[in-house]
């Protein structure tokens, strides 16, 4: 059914025909619509035999929804930065207990400074924990990858997180197709758990383990993530067959068969980029794009297939691996070795900064003719940032700098895009 | 063969042995329907308080349920000296997930029974008091304040154990640990305000609260089968010494647990919706240095000068609990 919704109450309809069992729910920006949409329609009963509970913190969120998935439940929530931060240590444990939780993202910046706006940072720090992670490009995609999660975790038993960009995509009203309660039913099949927490069976879960098995156990997480990579093409075929649209699977292409430069993005920013690509090959310009939508698995050889005909690639990161540059670019130089392409990284749209199709176009432009530097920062404000470095040269006690620099910039209010 | 004299009875307490009582009244430890729910051949300590305690106190939850019980523990020496897999001690189904998370995981377990429909299988959590006075105070104070159906009992042992005795929140004034050594104008752990997590569990107002010690594990063992007839939040307290960081013979772990008991340091009481309404009463007073002097980690108190001042002060903490719960005087309810 077509509807004009936000992004987050879309989610929460997704979440809602997946029939869960257990959503723990706590309050961060820009995730929480999410819950408060679940919250109601518990509360409710529009969601039969589930229970919905307020916790304390996003550890104790996670820490439920371990309990309850232990037992045999299906479990949801959702966080978004400091909040994933905070249930990190449940996160790793999710995934290395094998309990195939699925967990929105609306990814946000992390402090400090505490920024509420919208970048990749929060699920980039998670990426090597162990849990599937796909990224939305669109509203209708991150319903339609809500609904692919479900059985992927579960048939796996490994847990996924759906990346939503916050704001961008989880507080935008657009169109979405919201399936039927039926067409979700017959995609979905009820969860069989692979280990229940049963007095008829008693089992010990969460033992010891030291060096003579450990480097076994996380290989086969690692083997499982290795399986997801026929899987989640596998769910996102049987989900065009059934739902009659084409979302999901590991990567996505546009206009890139014949390019010579082609950028790789995650999530909402690929909107950006293809009206970018669109505009560039009117001026002849041979540009394309791959949107990955599986970070973990990284699909390196599907990507590498993708990418190999191409002169450079162009890796959009709305991340910064501190001291060294792009995340996702290491992955994708990875994907690339031997091919002797260059990849250059640049960095966009951190705590939130509009990636304006115009700075993109003209940093593309450079690219393609190869004047770019190998990590870039798009639409850096050079004279803030000098002057600060002055400050700090020249200064022992020169002070914080986030605020400085806002006190040099004055009201931000107008600067914002 | 060496051989040695056996006590059958304990001078200076009620106990008597099983035979002489009722089928009714014999403990649950006694009988041969008890479930060894933590079985032996774990890697606990000789004299091991925790593993005493939670032998029992399982039991009794088992025997309570009719052995329908699920539960999850806290990252702690319980944890480890039970599951050094492939070996288990534990005859139930059981999940250790994080440190300080024990009572968020129970939660989770117990919403998903009821979401299940399984309502006769019921839900323990268990940890030390660093899990449970400390890193897990969050997930601890949450699932109280919610009222979730769970029973969480907290093995206090006084300190971290398991990574080498070091302070907790629950390590009393002026003890040695690892991290608060007998060196200084102060020596051992500091005079605080103390973090007395019955009193805080009843300040939630759950249905139920008590304190209990393995000197006396019949009381235990009824506490946690009442416990187990109630619904909602509950949580009991158990005083469990630790031969190796308080620095005690393995055999005098019992004792300790009574003089704890006896001087007034530790009072045993239960609560109902934040209202003491029972206590046990010291049967012989004792004054604190009797507590205090067989344990290795007080032992700067009196060698080499006897440090009155300190000692009066834990005297004081003791004399408030005996005012404070009227320790001295009156019947018992049990």
């Not at chain 1, 075929?237 to 995650?266: K, P």
């Not at chain 2, 024990?102 to 029974?113: D, E, K, N, S």
Request: charged share 20%; hydrophobic share 40%; proline share 5%.
């Amino acid at each position: 059914m077509l509807k004009q919704i936000e992004g987050s109450r879309a989610v929460a309809e997704a979440v809602a025909l997946c029939r869960p069992e257990v959503i723990c729910a706590y309050p961060i920006t820009p995730q929480t619509h999410i819950v408060e949409n679940l919250g109601e329609m518990v509360k409710a009963g529009d969601i039969k035999g589930c229970e919905f509970v307020n916790v304390e913190s996003e550890f104790a969120a996670l820490s439920v929804a371990i309990g309850a998935s232990a037992t045999g439940a299906r479990a949801y929530t959702a966080t978004a930065s400091q909040g994933l931060l905070f249930m990190a240590e449940a996160v790793y444990n999710a995934s290395g207990l094998g309990l195939p939780i699925v967990m929105t993202i609306g990814n946000r910046a992390i402090g400090a400074p505490i920024n509420i706006w919208n970048d990749q940072q929060d699920s980039m720090s998670m990426r090597d924990a162990g849990w599937i992670q796909l990224y939305a490009e669109t509203n209708q995609e991150a319903v339609d990858l809500h609904i692919q999660a479900v059985p992927l975790a579960e048939e796996l038993s490994v847990p996924v997180m759906v990346c939503v960009d916050g704001f961008i995509l989880t507080h935008a009203y657009e169109r979405v197709d919201i399936p039927t309660q039926a067409q979700v039913d017959a995609y979905v099949p009820p969860y069989e758990p692979r280990q229940i927490l049963d007095p008829a069976e008693p089992v010990t879960i969460g033992a010891m383990v030291g060096p003579e098995a450990f480097t076994e156990v996380r290989y086969l997480a690692h083997y499982r993530q290795m399986q997801a990579l026929g899987l989640i093409p596998e769910l996102a075929d049987a989900f065009a067959e059934q739902f009659g649209r084409h979302s999901g699977g590991l990567v996505r292409g546009y206009r890139q068969d014949d390019a010579d430069t082609l950028v790789v993005a995650l999530g909402s920013v690929n909107g950006t980029v293809k009206d970018v690509i669109d505009q560039l090959r009117e001026r002849d310009v041979a540009i394309g794009s791959v949107s990955v939508i599986s970070f973990r698995p990284f699909p390196a050889k599907r990507l590498r297939a993708m990418l190999e005909h191409a002169s450079r690639v162009i890796v959009v990161e709305k991340s910064l691996a501190v001291g060294i540059g792009g995340i996702v670019s290491t992955d994708v130089r990875m994907a690339l070795a031997g091919t002797g392409i260059p990849v250059h990284t640049v960095i966009a749209g951190l705590g939130g900064r509009a990636i304006t199709q115009d700075a993109l176009r003209d940093y593309l432009l450079r690219a393609h003719r190869d004047a770019v530097e190998r990590v870039t920062f798009l639409d850096l404000r050079h004279d803030v940032i000098h002057r600060e470095i002055e400050r700090l040269e020249t200064q022992r006690r020169s002070g914080p700098v986030a605020e400085n620099i806002l006190r040099e910039l004055g009201s931000v209010a107008d600067r914002i895009g | 063969m060496r051989s040695s004299h056996v006590k059958f009875y304990q001078t200076g307490t009620f106990t008597v042995g099983n035979r002489l009582l009722n089928d009714s009244d014999r403990s649950v430890q006694s009988t041969m329907e008890r479930t060894n729910s933590l079985n032996s051949g774990h890697r606990a300590c000789q004299g091991c308080g925790e593993a005493l305690g939670a032998r029992y106190a399982i039991d009794a939850a088992m025997r309570a349920t009719d052995n329908q019980l699920i539960a999850a523990n806290a990252t702690g020496c319980l944890e480890v000296f039970s599951t050094p897999y492939p070996e288990t001690s534990w005859q139930i189904p059981w999940i250790h997930s994080l440190f300080g998370n024990a009572a968020a995981v129970a939660t989770g377990i117990a919403v998903a029974l009821r979401v299940k429909g399984r309502t006769g299988t019921r839900v323990v959590a268990q940890g030390g008091d660093g899990g449970t006075t400390d890193i897990g105070f969050g997930c601890l104070s949450g699932m109280f304040e919610r009222n979730d159906d769970v029973l969480y009992i907290c093995y206090d042992n006084e300190a971290y154990m398991n990574t080498g005795v070091q302070r907790s929140s629950a390590t009393p004034p002026a003890a040695r640990t690892a991290t608060t050594q007998v060196v200084g104008p102060q020596p051992g752990n500091v005079f605080g305000q103390g973090k007395n997590v019955p009193r805080i569990a009843m300040a939630h107002e759950i249905p139920y609260v008590a304190t209990a010690t393995v000197a006396d594990v019949r009381d235990l063992e009824a506490k946690v089968t009442k416990a187990m007839s109630i619904h909602g939040a509950r949580y009991i307290h158990v005083l469990v010494p630790c031969p190796l960081g308080w620095g005690a013979a393995p055999h005098d772990t019992v004792k300790l647990a009574r003089l704890a008991t006896e001087s007034g340091l530790f009072p045993v009481f239960e609560a109902e919706h934040g209202e003491v309404t029972d206590r046990s009463t010291i049967r012989r007073q004792v004054a604190v240095e009797e507590y205090l002097k067989p344990q290795r980690r007080f032992a700067h108190l009196f060698k080499p000068t006897l440090q009155s001042e300190v000692i009066a002060r834990l005297q004081a903490q003791a004399d408030r609990n005996i005012r404070r719960y009227n320790l001295l005087s009156g019947e018992t309810h049990r």
